[in-house]
């Protein structure tokens, strides 16, 4: 289902403006870094079958996003110290400003650890790459948006059992599949940075994006 529902290439081009735009963009031009990661998702939990599960039994409760958080912000500077929330790759949003909230703050950290587990553990991840300068990974891109859609169809499912009572227990089991297969990727993902902050290099880069 992966491979036929998800593409593994990336857009051609950005059709969002403004802020999201820039996001996209930037995500976008991962491709052409010149490195790789030491595991793709595809094989993270053969090669580290250990990492994988702790992080995948423990990704919702948010222990594992606060620890590779800290020790990617660790492996590229100063640790906390460097600490933003969404470590600026979330622009300014109405009155919120995300890129100066929290600056150096142990408590943003795990609140954002705690409140978005998976997100932050994402965080983490593209954190990762320009440190390192990687690229994702082609299988990376259909393993994440396969989860991504399932998340999607839970949330349209359980909308619908709102309107129509009869479809909750249909709702609550996709909700189940849902989260099997974030969890599963979230595993894989901390299986992939940890293997990445053993084999160390790469040379650091601002902390905090500005795009």
Same mark, same amino acid.
């Given at each position: 289902? $992966?491979?036929?529902?998800? /593409?593994g290439? =990336? /857009? ?13 963009? &930037? *995500?976008l031009? &991962?491709?052409?870094?010149p490195n %790789?990661f030491?595991i793709?998702?595809k094989?993270a939990?053969?090669k580290d =079958? *250990?990492?994988? #599960?702790?992080t995948?039994?423990?990704s919702? #409760?948010?222990? =594992?996003?606060?620890y ?7 492996? +590229?500077?100063n640790?906390?110290?460097d600490?933003?929330?969404c470590?600026g790759? $979330? /622009? ?8 100066n909230t929290?600056? +150096?703050?142990?408590v ?8 978005c587990p998976?997100?932050?553990?994402s965080?983490?991840r593209?954190? *990762?790459?320009?440190?390192k300068?990687?690229h /994702?990974?082609?299988?990376?891109y259909?393993?994440i ?5 399932c998340? *999607? ?5 359980n909308?619908l059992?709102?309107f &129509?009572?009869e479809l909750?227990d249909l ?11 974030t969890?599963s990727? @979230? !595993? ?6 940890a293997?990445e902050?053993? %084999? !160390?290099?790469? @040379? =650091? ?7």
């Amino acid at each position: 289902m $992966v491979f036929c529902l998800c /593409p593994g290439t =990336p /857009p051609q081009d950005v059709k969002s403006r403004g802020a999201a735009g820039a996001r996209n963009q &930037m *995500l976008l031009d &991962m491709q052409d870094r010149p490195n %790789e990661f030491k595991i793709d998702l595809k094989n993270a939990c053969c090669k580290d =079958p *250990l990492t994988c #599960c702790v992080t995948g039994l423990f990704s919702f #409760c948010g222990c =594992p996003a606060c620890y590779f958080r800290k020790a990617v912000l660790e492996h +590229g500077g100063n640790g906390v110290d460097d600490y933003v929330c969404c470590q600026g790759y $979330v /622009p300014k949003l109405c009155c919120i400003d995300f890129p100066n909230t929290c600056k +150096g703050s142990a408590v943003g950290l795990c609140c954002e650890g705690c409140c978005c587990p998976i997100f932050s553990l994402s965080i983490a991840r593209i954190h *990762l790459m320009d440190m390192k300068d990687i690229h /994702p990974d082609p299988t990376d891109y259909q393993i994440i948006q396969f989860s991504n859609f399932c998340q *999607l169809l839970s949330c349209i499912c359980n909308i619908l059992a709102i309107f &129509m009572p009869e479809l909750e227990d249909l709702a609550n089991l996709i909700d189940c599949i849902a989260d099997t297969i974030t969890a599963s990727v @979230a !595993g894989c993902m901390g299986a992939q940075i940890a293997a990445e902050l053993k %084999e !160390g290099g790469g @040379a =650091p880069q601002a902390n905090t994006m500005s795009r």
